[in-house]
């Protein structure tokens, strides 16, 4: 089956199913590019716009903070950093939260919001204290756990796998990119399988992939950890 003829599938699924809308949360957009995330952020906000459902970008750029409304019909919000010098990469991140909050906040109080998708790790220290009364379904992708990205026996590392461990615990789907990452999480982070998928970012069904997997979360509302 070819990629335009899944795509008019999955849009029947969508309006069949109404997915209002969702919230995009990253720490890179275009033109701001770290890592292939960034890419993988925008091609997936502008294809659930095409499967007509209203999209929100909320991330970070060094150089400006705007809402810009791109070609494509997905809205981007850049927030402010209001903290410019920072001692560390973990510190620039904690002093982003408010405003990642804020931009969140005032999207959920205007509109109609079914889920929010955070896209790596420094995104989820958002969740604290958010999470457990955020009334949204709370998705969220990773390429690794602190474990495989330093090493475990720092002050640092040991923090931030305790952070990790919180707010892992508070999301209701977790997309990984290796079955070896998903097994991980389940062991470190005590969270159930069911609540765990591979669905790599190099999956070129990624943005497909994902919105499948929205609607059945949506759709079964017990899926969810408990």
């Not at 069949?16 to 890592?35: D, Q, T, W």
């Not at 969140?104 to 790596?120: W, Y």
Request: net charge positive; aromatic share 8%; proline share 4%.
């Amino acid at each position: 089956m070819n990629h335009k003829i899944e795509c008019r599938l999955v849009k029947g699924m969508v309006k069949k199913n109404s997915i209002n809308g969702v919230i995009l949360v990253s720490f890179e957009y275009p033109p701001r590019r770290l890592s292939k995330v960034s890419d993988i952020v925008s091609k997936h906000a502008a294809n659930l716009v095409k499967n007509g459902i209203k999209t929100w970008v909320v991330t970070f750029d060094d150089w400006r903070s705007d809402i810009e409304i791109e070609k494509s019909k997905v809205v981007v919000n850049r927030i402010p950093n209001h903290i410019p010098n920072n001692i560390s990469f973990f510190s620039t991140i904690m002093n982003l939260k408010s405003a990642y909050q804020s931009a969140i906040a005032s999207i959920l109080n205007q509109e109609k919001i079914d889920l929010i998708h955070f896209f790596e790790w420094q995104t989820i220290p958002l969740l604290i204290p958010w999470g457990d009364t955020l009334e949204v379904k709370k998705v969220y992708s990773t390429s690794s756990i602190q474990r495989t990205r330093d090493p475990p026996k720092s002050l640092y590392s040991n923090g931030m796998m305790k952070l990790e461990d919180i707010c892992l615990n508070k999301l209701d789907l977790i997309f990984v990119n290796s079955e070896k990452l998903s097994k991980s999480i389940s062991k470190d982070y005590n969270i159930e399988s069911e609540s765990i998928e591979v669905l790599p970012y190099a999956d070129k069904k990624y943005s497909i992939k994902s919105l499948e997997q929205y609607q059945n979360l949506l759709n079964n509302p017990a899926k969810r950890k408990s």
